[in-house]
């Protein structure tokens, strides 16, 4: 029988390894006001109240909504309340994302994450790449991850990651920026990046996967519709979601879960997976369908 152990770490803290990701709470394309700003403000309540102590955010989530409704409901915060942010991208006016990946953008992605939180330290920061979205100039990761160091030697985040990054750039960040943790896609439907998590279980780097149940973007495929999966919940009275995160904890155990949600019920559903033990039947016919 596979069980979970529930505490990891990140950044020097101890962290729950089922935590909560900020990015469905802004209205949609993650962008403009909530749809219900009364259920959002109660989802990260309701989160904190069932154990979660890292949570996963950014600036550019509204832009500045997800920001200022964490602040609203939770601050002053709890002493083990680990917020974690990304930089390297901004919103245009009509939402679409912008790459912000110079120093200079870095910082002041930073400095607007401690201003919209009231924060004076952030727990960590991934340095979200975005080379795909520059048009023309590509900064070079040396001079990005040397601003995160000098951001971390101020005082002014906890731990660097890095994010959408592939293996080697990962292992530059390894080497020469003591990364604390990775966020790239990964799933039980999306397991492209193995060997990026491979490297960080082997460098004691925490890997917090993005779209950990295929997001909430239409044109990626649905954990929670994937047959293997729902055949699984069935045989153990579970739902879909919760077996395919109880899938990614018994995975890998520098996995830490931060899925995202914009609904109480959603939220108590995911925080309930301590209580789902996937047997080695279980594992394996969801393995089989992994790709
Ligand atoms: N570093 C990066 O570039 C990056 C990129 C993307 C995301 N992230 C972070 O990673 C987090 C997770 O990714 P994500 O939110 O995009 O995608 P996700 O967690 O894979 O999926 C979110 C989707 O799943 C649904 N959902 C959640 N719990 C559910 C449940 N129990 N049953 C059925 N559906 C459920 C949500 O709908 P409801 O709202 O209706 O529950 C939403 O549509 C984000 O919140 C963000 O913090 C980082």
Redo the contacts with the bound molecule.
């Keep these: 029988m596979q069980s979970f152990t529930f505490s990891g770490s990140l950044a020097g803290r101890s962290v729950r390894r089922i935590g909560f ?4 709470l802004p209205g949609p394309g993650v962008f403009g006001p909530p749809r219900d700003r009364d259920e959002a403000l109660a989802v990260l309540r309701r989160a904190v109240e069932l154990g979660v102590n890292h949570i ?2 950014s600036q550019y989530y509204g832009p500045d909504v997800s920001n200022e409704l964490i602040r609203e409901a939770l601050h002053p915060y709890p002493e083990d309340l680990l917020l974690v942010s ?1 930089v390297g991208a901004e919103r245009d006016a009509q939402g679409g994302w912008v790459s912000a990946q110079t120093p200079a953008d870095l910082r002041r992605g930073v400095e607007d994450n401690l201003r919209s939180l009231e924060i004076d330290q952030l727990g960590a920061v ?1 340095l ?1 790449r975005m080379d795909e979205h520059s048009d023309g100039e590509v900064v070079p990761l040396e001079d990005q991850l040397a601003e995160m160091v000098a951001l971390r030697d101020e005082g002014k985040i906890g731990g660097i990651g890095i ?2 990054a592939p293996l080697a750039e990962v292992q530059t960040a390894i080497a020469t920026a003591g990364i604390v943790c990775v ?1 790239n896609p990964f ?1 039980l439907l999306d397991q492209h990046d193995a060997d990026v998590l491979a490297a960080c279980h082997n460098a004691g780097v925490a890997y917090a996967p ?7 973007f239409p044109h990626l495929p649905k954990v ?1 519709d994937d047959p293997a999966v729902v055949a699984v919940a069935d045989r153990l009275g579970a ?4 077996v395919g995160l109880a899938w990614l904890l018994a995975h890998d155990d520098s996995i830490l879960l ?6 109480v019920a ?1 939220l108590e ?2 925080m309930a997976i301590g209580d789902l033990v996937l047997s080695p039947e279980d594992l394996a016919d969801l393995d089989a369908a992994g790709t």
């Design positions: 990701g900020a990015m469905q996963d955010t990304k991934n979200r994010s959408t966020q799933s993005y779209f950990p149940l295929g997001s909430a929670v739902t879909p979601a919760q931060i899925p995202g949600t914009s609904s959603h559903q995911n």
